[in-house]
């Protein structure tokens, strides 16, 4: 992360918060002041706020932690740690002289989007005398109820920043009476009468270039015809600009954007307190908004959706929790709502939580992918959770690695890109250890990466995938086999006939083998479009599976007319029931034939592309198949009396006995 700059109504500073630089100049817009300067060039008020309005630990041992954008705002303003206690942390700027002691925080909440300090100003070295402020920060939305005098460009100048997919955060402050002394040491002010006629001080403006892999990420993505939904925090216009250069919403449809009306609004009548605002990105116009409203109704949403880009907010879904549509429930909104959006923006923890239930509900397999505590709930209501580190400085150590290859600085990714990039991590990992703390979303999500890319989503689908087809695969090849074993059981118990023990030996480690090495399929490395089947019973798998025991239904027939029209049965040669095994011409066939169809279940029913490596890649499987139907053939020519004589064969009768064998055998394939 660098400090950029600063932007105007008031001293802002700006700060670049993942991987690269963005090189874009910030374009003037005529309602909006979006002039830079440097961060040193801030007056002592900004870099104070920056400094002590934070939620981090101090320590001697590992320096200052917590929230990534937190620590870098302190980092560049200039200020320095002094000594920490239970109770004040004192901070103090080197160069300028400002020494801050804070006394009490009223913590960040979600629900609030805000949080507050109460602290104890120096102003410079030449001065004993400390000066109380309070210190706020938060959304502009919100922070902008608070200020006693907004000014007159202040949400044209914040969504202007937000429409071109940056991080805006809101600073005021106030000076507290001296009287408020007592009352701030004892902690008994209230947090309403502290965030109160408030001053607005700047903009907090970070700039958030995309990662390097996460263009090809999404991408991959987008080829298996998987949905993507953005579910976050920030701001409306901040999801939509990211979410259009990832592609989740198409640049070409306009966006609308699902807000509450506030109450003082004269148009807002109880049905209507939720409406779709037009909101234009991607031009000139970035940010500005359309008068017009569309106000909500659930049965035209999905109609909607076909036509625009639905982002709904966190206010939005809280509106329609407090208010009944018609004779539709909250659960039945949210099932009619939630398919159709691709953004969900300004959204708490409970609300993340809640879409995914709804998606859920509404028949749809979901896979939520975070990093952070605000994410536990929604990972734990998906089907499938995969939960990623978020490590500032794990990312600049792999960047300085790789920021030799010109590609990823063009944040052009492929495949190869984001496997040399996933080595990178795991040897600085290796490097130190402790460089990767895992975090509470680890704890509620069954899948968790070391690392930062969310590229894990992609080799969860990859081995999900593989997984899904080798289960329904094997089922296929257990259910033909046990369909096979016995009716071929059947007919020879009918005929007072069974098989030895050296070729049900035989035929069992031949087929825990291949069983095996069918396991043993790697999935491809690219993602396809096409779906395996979601479950075992299916119209496909069970057609399939009817379709193939029909076929091997056909050829037993076949080979025991063979048998009956060469075996010739005397009294004295009659088999008898369970009696001690003896080869003849039936089980000897018999025996081949079962052999040959399992060998056939098992090429016919293995999937391969476009989910896992062919069976001609599986090397340790297209071996085995090739070795057993040499053994076959070998048997079925009688040319290797050896072989024969060890599996319990009888010899066969005739030359056209041979023939008429290996043609129902080849048929059967």
Known sequence: MNLRGVVDPQPVAVVDELMDTLADDVEDVSSANTALEAPEECNNGILTI????????????????????????????????????????????????????????????????????????????????????????????????????????????????????????????????????????????????????????????????????????????????????????????????????????????????????????????????????????????????????????????????????????????????????????????MKLLCPCVKVFARVSPDQKEKVLVALNDSGLCTLMCGDGTNDVGALKAAHVGVSVINDPELEKRVEKVSSSDAKKKKQKSSSRDRAARALAEIEQQQTDPTIVQLGDASIASPFTARRT????????????RCSQVTTIQVYKILALNCLVSAYMMSSLYLRGLKQGDMQMTASGLATAGLFFFISRAKPLPKLSYQKPPCSVFTVSVMGSIVGQFLTHFLSLLAVLYLCDSYDIHTDASKPIPDSRFQPNLFNSSIYILSTTIMINNFIVNYRGNPFTESIWDNTYLCRSLQFIYAVIALLVSDIFEPLSDYLQLVHFPSIEFQYMLGLILVSNL
């Open 50 to 333: 920056m400094a002590s309005c934070q939620s981090l630990i101090y320590s001697s041992d590992t320096g200052v932690l917590g929230d990534p954008l937190e620590v870098e705002s302190f980092k560049n303003s200039g200020f320095e740690v002094n000594s920490t206690t239970a109770s004040v942390t004192s901070i103090s700027h080197p160069s300028r002289g400002v020494s801050v002691r804070t006394l009490h925080k009223y913590p960040f909440s979600s629900s609030l989007k805000r949080m507050s300090v109460v602290v104890d100003v120096k102003s410079s070295r030449k001065t004993s005398t400390f000066t109380r402020f309070v210190y706020t920060k938060g959304a502009p939305e919100v922070v902008q109820s608070f200020l006693s005098e907004v000014p007159n460009n202040f949400e044209a100048t914040y969504l202007h920043h937000m429409s071109k997919g940056r991080r805006v955060i809101a600073l005021a402050y106030k000076v507290l009476p001296d009287d408020s002394t007592s009352s701030v040491s004892g902690h008994t002010l209230s947090r309403a009468s502290v965030e109160c006629d408030l001053k607005f001080a700047g903009f907090l403006v970070f700039d958030s270039a995309l990662k390097s892999d996460t263009k090809g990420v999404m991408k991959d993505l987008r080829g298996t015809g998987v949905s993507i939904i953005m579910i976050t925090g920030d701001s409306a216009y901040t999801a939509a600009d990211v979410s259009r250069k990832l592609f989740i919403i198409p640049k070409e449809k306009p966006l609308l954007i699902l807000e509450a009306i506030p109450v003082f609004d004269g148009a807002c009548e109880k049905q209507h307190c939720v409406a779709w605002k037009r909101v234009h990105l991607g031009n000139k116009e970035d940010g500005k908004e359309n008068s017009e409203r569309i106000y909500f109704d659930p049965v035209n949403v999905a109609a909607l959706s076909q036509e625009h880009s639905l982002c709904v907010t966190g206010s939005a879904l809280q509106a329609l929790e407090s208010f009944r549509y018609q004779e539709f429930s909250y659960a039945a909104l």
């Open 453 to 464: 890319s969310i590229d894990s989503v992609l080799t969860v689908l990859r081995q999900g």
